[in-house]
């Protein structure tokens, strides 16, 4: 998209401000589904939408193409296809593509674009531990400079579907009940700006990462002079790009784990940490003076997930909600507790979470980690993970 | 020589009020009131009087009224009384015009320029009186990133330099300001869980052990620098100039320099103190870069080193070259920034003004990206919490107030600091007039106005939706400005309000 932040920002507003309905899924064992709980779930929180963005992500949906990077492209006019697909051949090998599959008679989408799914691998001169960073450039320069176009997704076995719409009906459109993955969230978007464009839906996504988000940072400001000086440049003016792009310079750049970055963004107030002891409070305290400027200030509830794990996690004082529930293999993060029961009517347990305490979905150890120890019907009461 | 000036200020005196108790007699350092038992009246010299409303404040029956004297010459626009009335001094003397405080010009003062935001339906304002709200700042450099290695955070942090509040008291030397106030500053900032700068003149030895709340200035004198001197502080400061005076060094007359200033400066008793214009040892980036790494050196690489500039017209990128020498911290003291005696000349007209070079410097440093490698300090005006608070929305990690730490001891800005007479006790060695500051009443009225203030900012924070003060910090999204040039919007790096 060649003018990006004209198409994103119609009115050039400071930052762009909306806000929304999240809900996430996912089986801890890895067993898939299709995606019919998440629009049936997320279909529920209708008024945390107003029809002006929605969408989904899926993990695990390409089990034939696993070792391929999915991009999932639009394109608002002929002119950009031709252009991209001349950048991609130059940039990438392209195994296989097609349009991404859509029902035309779907309703509840407004003026669709050409969606086209690309499986493609880096070029052989292009070393492993840098094909990541490759395809994060690409998808920049197709993002910022090639007219009319943008990624929805560049990750691995998954992908984003997204669009104007309330989330079900963009689903709907997109045959997401044919798909099927272990990990799915999804995002009803309510945005301030009347102007709704389907690359500005969500869920925000580079590489596998992806992020719904709810919220309104108020710290949005000191965030983005952060992350420019480790050359991430906003180029969407909302707060999901600037939590996207935090997530990806402390987990992918500087090696933190995922506990550690959710105590970046929602940090322990000074007075938890001056009650920590020793060795902990040095770390927090070199935590939040390194980091300052990605303490995520002010309202907001994120689900982030990339391939194994879904991270939810709330701010600091909790100024948005987020709702969490586990059933057998099944971990649910929700913005409201209604939607979980409404896919799982005999939902063993939910709980709200403290603010700023992460609640961790891995797949590689089968457990949720989190740290606020509720009291889990069927389980260890004291333990603070449960295996699935 | 008949001298053709006329009196600032006149005295009126309500005669059926005053008792004759000589309260303003006594406390006029000036000598401008006296008592003729005689005819049981009081009189006025208005020619002495400096307008600092020490007697009228004293004065228990509320008898004296001192206003700017209304006597008018032909009104003319180019010629204003202050230009004919400083013409007349040299005229009369041939010398340079002094003055003291900071200076007060009709520059734009910017901060009335601009406005805050606050929170309205998209997001909560958050009441600090029910939520958490932090304002805890660290001084000093910080590294690029937190190394994780092993499953463990190594930590390896530079040394850093905890506040509470973002507002520490600016440098005000034992010396030019008396012991009382010296002292009171001292407690002040250890109390008020902030900092307080020495100045260059030293640090009293009784006063150093168990405060550590210090600043220590190393400035072109070196007056009363040894290793106990920095040992003793948390931040080393190497001062190169000072907003009220740029590119001017600084003179202590010896009728100042007492046995305790001697015995502190290390200087000998009743000589001038003379500070250099620039410190002759750094006549260059790479001087400087010596000087901060020697001090590392004495201190162990265990306190910041901040280094102290006036705001000039290349700030940004002298301030850039200061980070790569070495400073953990860039000090900037603006147009407005006080002084204990200065050039007039040099006060009025040299220096550009704190907000614009705040937000040249914040947006060089981040622009070279090494904005975290030092903090910014502020200086230069700062007359409430709402100036603070803007300037961390533009880029300030905390702020020095000099000028309102005096007022609130008593000072009311007659700008006669460099008489060595200072009717509040505070701008004086004369143990007459400094002994009726009492350092106890002059803290407990700091302490308070570090309080207040960040109470005040605290609820600035929590309308903005903000807990965390870090979370202001260059966040010029919080800020629109009103009446102000697009060239001056560009430089501050703020929208117009309504845009």
């Known amino acids: ?388 | 020589m008949l001298t053709h000036l006329l009196p600032e200020f006149k005295i009126i005196r309500d005669d059926e009020r005053c008792i004759r108790c000589e309260v303003c007699v006594r406390q006029c350092g000036f000598d401008v009131h006296s008592y003729d038992a005689e005819e049981d009246m009081l009189y006025a010299d208005e020619n002495k009087c400096v307008g600092c409303q020490r007697c009228a404040v004293m004065c228990p029956t509320n008898a004296l009224t001192i206003k700017p004297h209304d006597y008018e010459y032909r009104p003319n626009a180019n010629w204003s009384k202050e230009h004919i009335r400083d013409l007349n001094k040299q005229a009369e003397t041939g010398g340079v015009i002094l003055t003291g405080s900071g200076n007060d010009k009709p520059y734009r003062i910017y901060w009335d320029h601009l406005v805050l935001n606050a929170s309205q339906v998209t997001n909560p304002s958050i009441d600090p009186l029910r939520e958490p709200m932090e304002l805890r700042t660290y001084l000093g450099r910080k590294p690029d990133k937190v190394e994780f290695d092993n499953n463990q955070v190594k930590v390896d942090m530079p040394a850093q330099v905890m506040i509470e509040t973002p507002i520490i008291f600016s440098a005000l030397s034992y010396g030019a300001i008396s012991y009382q106030a010296w002292k009171a500053l001292l407690e002040a900032a250890d109390e008020g869980g902030t900092l307080c700068n020495t100045g260059e003149g030293g640090w009293p030895h009784e006063l150093r052990p168990g405060k550590t709340r210090v600043i220590a200035q190393c400035a072109s004198g070196r007056f009363g620098v040894d290793l106990d001197y920095l040992n003793s502080a948390s931040i080393v400061e190497i001062k190169i100039g000072q907003g009220a005076k740029p590119g001017i060094g600084g003179h202590l007359p010896g009728e100042k320099v007492s046995a305790d200033v001697s015995r502190t400066r290390m200087i000998p008793e009743g000589t001038d103190a003379i500070s250099p214009a620039p410190q002759h040892d750094i006549y260059s980036i790479e001087d400087l870069s010596m000087l901060i790494y020697a001090l590392k050196e004495a201190t162990h690489y265990e306190k910041p080193i901040s280094v102290k500039i006036s705001a000039v017209h290349n700030a940004p990128a002298i301030a850039s070259g200061m980070v790569r020498a070495g400073a953990d911290i860039i000090a900037l003291d603006g147009l407005r920034g006080g002084t204990g005696a200065a050039p007039k000349i040099i006060r009025d007209n040299v220096g550009i003004p704190i907000e614009l070079a705040l937000a040249a410097v914040d947006q060089r440093l981040r622009n070279e990206g090494i904005r975290n490698q030092a903090s910014i300090l502020v200086a230069g005006g700062f007359r409430n919490s709402g100036d603070i608070t803007k300037a961390i929305a533009l880029g300030a990690d905390a702020v020095y107030v000099g000028t309102a730490a005096l007022v609130a001891m008593g000072c009311t800005l007659c700008q006669k600091c460099y008489t060595g007479i200072c009717n509040w006790g505070i701008c004086t060695q004369d143990p007459y007039l400094s002994k009726r500051l009492n350092p106890e009443i002059a803290k407990r009225r700091l302490v308070n106005l570090i309080r207040g203030w960040s109470l005040e900012i605290k609820e600035m924070l929590g309308g903005m939706g903000i807990n965390a003060l870090e979370s202001l910090r260059g966040n010029r999204l919080h800020l629109r400005a009103i009446g102000l040039d697009q060239w001056e919007l560009d430089v501050l790096g703020v929208r117009g309000a309504g845009d």
């Open chain 1, 1 to 388: 998209m060649e003018n990006l932040s004209r198409k994103q920002n119609p009115y050039n507003d400071g930052k762009v401000i909306d806000s929304c309905g999240l809900f996430g899924m996912m089986s801890l064992k890895g067993n898939t589904f299709s995606g019919e709980d998440a629009m049936t779930a997320i279909a529920n929180m209708n008024i945390r939408g107003n029809g002006l963005g929605g969408g989904l992500a899926a993990y695990g949906i390409y089990p034939d193409r696993p070792d391929q990077y999915a991009l999932h492209i639009m394109y608002e006019n002929g002119r950009g296809r031709e252009e991209t697909e001349a950048f991609l051949k130059e940039s990438f090998e392209i195994v296989f593509n097609e349009e991404v599959p859509h029902r035309d008679s779907a309703t509840g989408v407004v003026n669709p674009p050409l969606v086209w799914r690309y499986f493609v691998n880096t070029l052989g001169s292009i070393k492993e531990e840098d094909q990541d960073d490759y395809v994060v450039e690409k998808v920049m320069f197709i993002n910022t400079k090639i007219h009319d176009t943008f990624v929805f997704s560049s990750g691995k076995n998954m992908g984003v579907f997204k669009g104007v719409g309330f989330p079900e009906n963009i689903g709907h459109y997109f045959c997401l009940e044919d798909y099927q993955g272990y990990l799915w969230t999804a995002h009803a978007r309510f945005p301030t700006n009347t102007q709704a464009w389907w690359g500005g839906a969500h869920p925000f996504s580079i590489l596998d990462w992806t992020v719904v988000h709810n919220g309104e940072i108020s710290s949005y400001g000191t965030n983005k002079n952060f992350l420019e000086m480790y050359g991430y440049f906003c180029t969407m003016f909302t707060d999901t790009e600037v939590m996207a792009y935090a997530v990806d310079l402390l987990i992918r750049q500087h090696h933190l784990p995922i506990e550690l970055m959710a105590k970046v963004l929602a940090a322990p107030l000074w007075s938890e940490i001056d009650r920590m002891p020793e060795d902990e409070k040095e770390v927090y305290t070199a935590l939040r003076q390194v980091y300052a400027g990605l303490l995520l200030n002010g309202p907001f509830t994120v689900i982030i997930a990339h391939q194994g794990e879904m991270i939810g996690l709330g701010d600091r004082i909790r100024l948005r909600p987020l709702v969490a529930g586990l059933h057998k293999d099944m971990l649910y993060l929700s913005s409201e507790e209604a939607p979980m029961r409404l896919v799982c009517r005999d939902l063993e347990y939910s709980w709200i979470p403290k603010g700023g305490e992460p609640i961790i979905g891995r797949l590689e150890t089968n457990e949720v980690i989190y740290q606020d120890k509720p009291v889990v019907v069927g389980m260890d009461k004291n333990a603070n993970t449960s295996s699935a």
